[in-house]
């Protein structure tokens, strides 16, 4: 076959995950470029990939043929979208993309929809019967005399943590349900918090689950993180992935581990999580499978079958590049 060219849209700041991408090619002997696709000449992730291109914003009209331009200029044989604000629009595309050839690591137009409205995940968890945080009606809080402090309130369609705030008083609920657009509120859920990063095939079976326990987090995403083999995370993450109508790829599913012993699911992000670098290095190694699975040589994988307790503390790093270059 020619070179395995893998194109990663809205690159960022994911450098551990591009170095994972090319070891896995070396690994599996395969020639390949890794490009970068992204709006800032100085993305971080860009300057360890081998080619990197520059894009127009996700939401303006060109950026599909902008992609298309890329792909076929560089041979490209598979698409990882990173962010959120594409993948519905990727998905939705994925057909045009496919008639030449090229894959799109991105679930179905579906999985987008139930995954970015925090309404229709709710009702997606109580489908798929497990436990979720109720949606509660602000109005009756505020009104009501049996409220039961505090609440948590975030947008329906947020992400990185942005906007969710702790709600301690009717007070707080009234002036915070109009300063955060499109908010929602949820009884507040306490316990431990676990991240999962799980492999869907291309049929959607669940492959691998690895949960990580959130020790601490800078900016929604995780700083330091332990895997922990828990069964009946494991198993509860899997049931979660293998309800949702068409999910492929690294799915990325949060959930809280509470003092009573239950497991109440709280988010579904459908592509490679911040602190995938940690399950990566446990040895569920998501960049080789998913490179076999779109090569058509995945083989079985254990769901467990990565080292437990292991802990990751991340820290800054740099990276220096003369300024002509950005």
């Given at each position: 076959m020619g070179s395995f060219n893998i194109l990663f849209t809205s690159a960022g700041r994911r450098v551990s995950l591009l170095r994972s991408f090319r070891r896995s090619l070396e690994a599996l002997g395969l020639r390949g470029n890794i490009v970068t696709a992204d709006i800032s000449k100085s993305a971080p992730a860009s300057f360890v990939a081998d080619i990197r291109e520059l894009v127009p914003p996700v939401v303006a009209p060109g950026y599909i043929e902008a992609l298309k331009a890329i792909c076929r200029k560089r041979r490209i044989k598979l698409v990882v979208p990173l962010i959120d604000t594409e993948l519905s629009i990727l998905a939705h595309n994925r057909k045009e993309f496919e008639n030449t050839g090229i894959s799109i690591a991105v679930s179905s137009p579906e999985v987008n929809e139930i995954c970015f409205d925090k309404r229709k995940t709710s009702e997606f968890f109580k489908k798929a019967g497990v436990q979720?945080?109720?949606?509660?009606?602000?109005?009756?809080?505020?009104?009501?005399?049996?409220?039961?402090?505090?609440?948590?309130?975030?947008?329906?369609?947020?992400?990185?943590?942005?906007?969710?705030?702790?709600?301690?008083?009717?007070?707080?609920?009234?002036?915070?349900?109009?300063?955060?657009?499109?908010?929602?509120?949820?009884?507040?859920?306490?316990?431990?918090?676990?991240?999962?990063?799980?492999?869907?095939?291309?049929?959607?079976?669940?492959?691998?689950?690895?949960?990580?326990?959130?020790?601490?987090?800078?900016?929604?995403?995780v700083s330091k993180g332990m895997t922990v083999k828990n069964t009946e995370i494991i198993n509860a993450g899997k049931k979660v992935v293998e309800a949702l109508p068409g999910a492929v790829g690294c799915i990325t599913v949060q959930c809280f581990l509470t003092p009573e012993g239950e497991i109440k699911f709280i988010e579904i992000n459908p592509r490679f999580g911040g602190g995938i670098p940690l399950s990566i290095k446990a040895g569920a190694d998501f960049p080789r499978w998913i490179i076999e699975m779109y090569l058509g040589r995945l083989s079985e994988i254990a769901l467990d079958g990565w080292e437990d307790g292991l802990v990751m503390l991340r820290y800054d790093d740099e990276i220096f590049t003369l300024k002509k270059l950005i």
């Open positions: 979720t945080p109720e949606i509660l009606d602000p109005k009756a809080i505020i009104n009501g005399t049996a409220a039961k402090f505090p609440y948590l309130l975030k947008p329906f369609n947020g992400n990185s943590s942005i906007g969710v705030t702790k709600i301690r008083s009717a007070k707080e609920l009234e002036f915070f349900i109009s300063y955060v657009p499109d908010a929602i509120v949820q009884e507040l859920v306490t316990g431990e918090e676990y991240t999962l990063d799980i492999l869907a095939d291309l049929n959607g079976r669940v492959r691998c689950v690895v949960p990580r326990l959130r020790i601490e987090t800078r900016s929604g995403e």
